[in-house]
């Protein structure tokens, strides 16, 4: 099987590359032979995850080394060809990838891993998102998508400068919550339309629907603790009539997972999901903007190999 490695070098701000290069003198050292390519804009990930694909007619692995964002866009360009697996060093600031699909933290840990499965001719196959709005056709997703107040959040953090500034005094985190406040104050719920397989639901006052293939989201919050990736089915998560006061209280409680006893939330499951927002709130797909309005969603049952261990299918359930 040929391996082929994608790098974005400014994920987790620079850490991606840093990682890389330890990475590869492992590789090296154990003789293991592959090919590796630097991403070079913002969506390269994809188009040279799709071309590897094309290029190869037999079995191939494509690592994303970087963050959520880099193993997004591989699964993007890869999840239409059948002869490519996909795998996963963290090397970002969330990883929320590596929390839900069993592949440890650690970069080299996680090239460890890789490197012991090589020789097998299979690898366990999960679960996708699949999204289309206005402005994707097909989108996938891998961890979750969201839209609302979350979305709004990443949108700023996304093109902040200031997220650069605290980035380089390894205080990244800190720029997500001072979004959060001030979103707190900003942001304007607004009326949602859901409609999962064959129900409707109308919720008043919507701060945020996030759509789960996973449990994990924004970085370690459990928040769709019954998430599976392995159940052919996605987990919906609306957060709902509940005041300015209180989100900041779920929060706190996603880490764990405790918000979902909340009145303010509501859980819901399904394979085919559409969003309708009485007004055009911002979304985004693993944490990459994705477009506003309406959209809709559906899983892709075992639409993608993963290099990680088989026990990783029941992994969230
Ligand atoms: N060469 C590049 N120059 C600028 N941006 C890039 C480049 N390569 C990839 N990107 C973009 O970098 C962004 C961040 O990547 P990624 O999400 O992997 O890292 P992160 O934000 O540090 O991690 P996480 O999402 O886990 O918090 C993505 O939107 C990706 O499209």
Redesign the pocket.
């Known amino acids: 099987m040929k391996l082929y490695f994608i790098i ?6 620079g850490f ?1 590359l840093k990682i890389w290069k330890k990475i590869e003198n492992l590789l090296i050292q154990q003789n293991i032979s592959f090919s590796a390519l ?8 994809s188009l040279l995850a799709e071309e590897i694909a094309k290029r190869n007619k037999q079995a191939v692995a494509v690592v994303a080394v ?8 591989v699964v993007q360009g890869a999840n239409r060809y059948e002869h490519v697996s996909v795998g996963y060093i963290p090397a ?5 990838f590596s929390r839900g699909f069993a592949i440890p933290k650690k970069p080299l840990q996680a090239a460890k891993q890789l490197i012991g499965l090589l020789d097998r001719k299979h690898f366990p196959k999960f679960d996708i998102g699949l999204f289309q709005n206005k402005k994707f056709d097909r989108g996938t997703f891998v961890n979750n998508f969201g839209c609302g107040f979350d979305a709004a959040i990443s949108m700023k953090v ?1 093109r902040s400068r200031l997220k650069r500034i605290l980035n380089r005094l390894a205080l990244g985190k800190f720029v997500y919550v001072c979004y959060l406040l001030q979103q707190l104050f900003l942001y304007k719920p607004s009326k949602v339309t859901i409609q999962i397989d064959e129900k409707s639901y109308e919720f008043e006052k919507v701060w945020l629907v996030t759509v789960s293939n996973q449990p994990y989201y924004g ?1 370690g919050m459990k928040i769709a603790p019954s998430a599976s990736l392995s159940d052919g089915k996605l987990d919906v998560i609306c957060v709902h009539n509940i005041s300015r006061m209180k989100i900041l209280f779920l929060f706190i409680t996603v880490f764990w997972g405790g918000h979902i006893k909340m009145k303010e939330v509501s859980v819901l499951t399904g394979k085919r999901i559409r969003i309708s927002p009485a007004r055009a709130l911002p979304q985004h797909a693993d ?2 903007f994705a477009g506003y309005g309406p959209v809709s969603l559906a899983v892709k049952p075992r639409g993608i190999a993963v290099l990680t261990e088989d026990s990783a299918e029941d992994f969230g359930a």
């Open positions: 974005n070098p400014v994920a987790g701000n991606g630097y991403t070079k804009f913002a969506g390269h990930a970087g963050g959520d964002g880099t193993i997004h866009e970002g600031s969330g990883n929320d996304n970085g944490g990459e």
